[in-house]
């Protein structure tokens, strides 16, 4: 027996022996899931006898119904095929019977070239070469909502109402059924909990758990998402993304943090490349260039880590009902600085820029890659912020550059971005564009409440 067919055999074995496991947790089907160039996970269900098939050929969608993926009505490639990743199988705690696996998207035998995990695979490969490894610390911000007997929407505990809601026990007490079924959850996924927290608006809580490799991370964040709408619908609400639903209140992030290592493959085991305790900030030379690539790449990077147009309410210099925003407008870098749009702690980067309407991969993969150029190019971040830029703005000082303010501006700033298209792909950026395109555009034939109380009169 050669080698290859050695391999095979093995790996075969060890599937069946995985098969065999699940089967005695009383697992039945697998949720083949894969992201969807909106972030939304998408999938089916397979019989766990089918699995091996899943695995070696995969589960078969309609291309062109599924959104982003650019593929044509008919012809080979007009199928997406999901291909489960054995290792990523896991029983799910709120679908009894189901475990739970991520797919890699391919048409025509290939991968797909418009698929975001796919994206920010490649940017792995890149660092792979270099035997760098980029860790993420992914913190999910978001809002439990429900619809009023009017049918509009606001939150979901009515009691929810402190003026400074940061950390309210009352509300957790009173959430404490959704919080404890999260906890639950999450611990039976393999998170790595770590804590739970009411945040700065009313309504809308944050769960931290344990950093990873960068695409576990992304897979992880998904598997959160899935959790997430899962147990807060049986708690009669909405686990919303939506990065700012409420007016005069602070929106949701999905803060990124960053650390690089130069051979680690368990956490720990790298030398850090962005730390240097000697440093300014405590960051290294590759720390400031990796900086440096993304505050040049901020405008574009804008339109794919905060895609939508409610995204830019969030992205506003404004003043929050509860006296506090945290909102990132500026393209600065600070120490332990939460005004800026890089936070420099510990020796990582807090990139602030992303919320959670994001496609995770995608975010993911384009922050890797302005990294990366800011490191090949030799780019100098700006000298460090040391004001608060709140304070420096109400006292009408100069500020720095500051962030596009709509969802079409970024869109501009990414077309024009050539290092950062080539680096993703033309094609996975045109179907972004184009999508994106098509949503600012809906937006705009909306009328809204606001004008007609406005104007209609007029």
């Not at 992201?35 to 899943?54: F, N, Q, S």
């Not at 897979?219 to 619908?233: P, S, W």
């Not at 500026?330 to 420099?344: P, Q, T, V, Y």
């Not at 990366?372 to 000298?383: E, F, K, N, S, T």
Request: charged share 25%; aromatic share 6%.
């Amino acid at each position: 027996m050669n080698d290859s067919a050695g391999r095979l055999g093995q790996a075969l074995d060890a599937l069946e022996s995985r098969a065999a496991e699940l089967r005695a947790m009383g697992v039945h089907s697998v949720l083949a899931t894969f992201t969807d160039l909106a972030g939304t996970p998408k999938g089916k269900l397979v019989p766990l006898e089918g699995l091996a098939g899943a695995v070696a050929v995969g589960a078969g969608f309609a291309g062109p119904s599924i959104v982003g993926t650019g593929l044509p009505r008919m012809g080979p490639r007009s199928e997406y095929v999901g291909r489960v990743l054995p290792e990523t199988l896991r029983p799910l705690p709120f679908m009894p019977g189901v475990a739970h696996a991520v797919c890699e998207g391919f048409a025509g035998g290939e991968p797909l070239d418009t698929d975001p995990r796919g994206a920010l695979q490649r940017q792995v490969a890149r660092l792979r070469e270099r035997g760098w490894t980029l860790w993420v610390g992914i913190e999910p911000e978001f809002f439990l909502l429900k619809r009023g007997a009017d049918g509009r929407w606001g939150v979901a505990d009515a009691r929810d109402t402190l003026a400074k809601p940061s950390y309210d026990l009352r509300a957790i007490g009173r959430q404490r059924g959704f919080l404890d079924d999260m906890r639950q959850a999450l611990t039976a996924l393999g998170f790595g909990l770590e804590q739970m927290d009411h945040e700065d608006a009313i309504g809308q809580y944050e769960i931290n758990y344990r950093h990873d490799v960068a695409l576990a991370a992304a897979d992880r964040y998904q598997l959160f998402k899935l959790t997430a709408q899962a147990v807060a619908e049986r708690h009669g609400c909405v686990f919303s993304t939506m990065p700012k639903p409420l007016a005069g209140a602070p929106g949701s992030g999905l803060h990124f943090h960053l650390s690089l290592t130069d051979d680690g493959m368990s956490s720990g085991a790298g030398r850090p490349l962005m730390a240097d305790g000697a440093g300014a900030l405590g960051l290294s030379e590759t720390g400031w260039r990796f900086a440096a690539g993304l505050l040049r790449h901020a405008d574009a990077l804008a339109a794919l880590c905060a895609p939508t147009v409610n995204s830019y309410k969030r992205l506003a210099a404004s003043r929050s009902a509860s006296g506090t925003t945290w909102s990132p407008v500026w393209k600065a870098i600070g120490d332990n600085n939460r005004s800026c749009l890089l936070r420099a702690v510990a020796g990582r980067l807090e990139w602030r820029l992303p919320d959670p309407s994001c496609n995770v991969y995608l975010a993911l993969a384009a922050t890797l890659a302005a990294g990366l150029d800011g490191i090949d190019q030799g780019l100098v971040a700006p000298r460090p912020c040391r004001d608060d830029l709140y304070e420096r703005h109400a006292r009408g000082e100069p500020m720095p550059a500051r962030l596009p303010r709509d969802l079409h501006d970024a869109l501009l700033a990414l077309e024009g971005d050539a290092e950062l298209r080539a680096a993703l792909g033309e094609p996975l950026v045109a179907q972004f564009l184009s999508l994106k395109r098509a949503e600012w555009a809906e937006y705009h034939a909306q009328v809204s409440d606001w004008e007609l109380e406005r104007y209609a009169e007029g």
